[in-house]
C-alpha cells in the first residue's frame, strides 16, 4: 500500500522566515493535494499537482512535484502568523478507484510574531 | 464560495449507542467522501459514495457503519453500536467528477466523543 511521510513533523518560524515541508511517497504519485487544516477545523484545499515537475504558487505559498513524482515541496516566502496551522499533503490512493486520498501525518507550523 | 457543511461540530456519545453524523455536500458534487482522524493520527478514508451507491470502502468501514443520502442534499454517516475506539474527528468530503484534477472540499468536521 501507498505510503506518505512528511517532514519536518514540526517547524517552529520566526514571522518573516522562509520554510519548507517535504511530502515523499513510496509510489508514484498520480495527484497530489497540499491542504491546511487548523486545530479542531477542516482541511482546506490549498493546491493540486499532477505533472512531473509541476509548479504552482498561490500568495506566498509554492508547491513543487518533482519530475519522479514521488516528492513534493510545499515551500511558504515570508511566513506570517496567518500561516500556521497543520500542513496535510494527500495523494489518490494508488489502489483506489474512486479517487479517494491517504494523507500524511501532518507537519505543524507555528509562526512566532 | 461553497462549502460543506457538518452537523453537530461535537456528538457525545455513550458506547453502544447509535449515532447519526450529517453533512451537506456542495450543491453540484457528485462524489461524496467519509474520512476520520483519531487524536495524533493521519486521516483515514473511510467510505466513498457515488449514485446513491457505495462506490469504495476500507477495512475500518465494517458492518457497524452505514452511509445513506436520504434527500438530494444531506449525506449522513451512521454508527450503529459505538465503541470506544471511534473516537475520532469525522470530516465529509465532496468532489465535482471523477476526474483526478478535481479536488475534493473537506467540512470542518464532527469530533465525536464516545462515554
Known amino acids: 500500500s501507498q505510503e506518505l511521510e512528511q517532514s519536518p513533523q514540526s517547524l517552529i518560524v520566526q514571522e518573516g522566515k522562509n520554510l519548507t515541508i517535504n511530502c515523499t511517497s513510496s509510489?508514484?504519485?498520480?495527484?497530489l493535494y497540499w491542504y491546511k487544516q487548523k486545530y479542531g477545523e477542516g482541511l482546506i484545499f490549498l493546491m493540486m499537482?499532477?505533472?512531473?515537475?509541476e509548479e504552482k504558487s498561490h500568495e506566498k505559498i509554492t508547491a513543487k512535484l518533482d519530475e519522479k513524482k514521488q516528492q513534493s515541496s510545499l515551500h511558504i516566502t515570508a511566513s506570517q502568523p496567518s500561516h500556521a496551522g497543520i500542513y496535510l499533503c494527500?495523494?489518490?490512493?494508488?489502489?483506489?478507484?474512486?479517487?479517494?486520498?491517504?494523507f500524511g501525518k501532518g507537519t505543524k507550523l507555528s509562526v512566532k510574531p | 464560495e461553497p462549502e460543506v457543511t457538518q452537523t453537530p461540530s461535537h456528538q457525545v456519545t455513550q458506547m453502544g449507542q447509535e449515532v447519526i453524523l450529517r453533512c451537506v455536500p456542495i450543491?453540484?458534487?457528485?462524489?461524496f467522501y467519509w474520512y476520520r482522524q483519531i487524536l495524533g493520527q493521519k486521516v483515514e478514508f473511510l467510505v466513498s459514495?457515488?449514485?446513491?451507491?457505495?462506490?469504495?470502502k476500507s477495512e475500518i468501514f465494517d458492518d457497524q457503519f452505514s452511509v445513506e443520502r436520504p434527500d438530494g442534499s444531506n449525506f449522513t454517516l451512521k454508527i450503529r453500536s459505538t465503541k470506544l475506539e471511534d473516537s475520532a474527528m469525522y470530516f465529509c468530503?465532496?468532489?465535482?467528477?471523477?476526474?483526478?484534477?478535481?479536488?475534493?472540499?473537506f467540512g470542518d468536521g464532527t469530533r465525536l466523543s464516545i462515554l
Open positions: 468530503a465532496s468532489k465535482g467528477d471523477r476526474g483526478s484534477n478535481q479536488p475534493q472540499h
Open positions: 509510489k508514484t504519485l498520480y495527484g
Open positions: 499537482l499532477q505533472k512531473g515537475g
Open positions: 494527500g495523494a489518490l490512493n494508488y489502489g483506489g478507484s474512486q479517487g479517494n486520498l491517504i
Open positions: 450543491s453540484n458534487h457528485l462524489y
Open positions: 459514495f457515488y449514485n446513491n451507491e457505495i462506490s469504495e
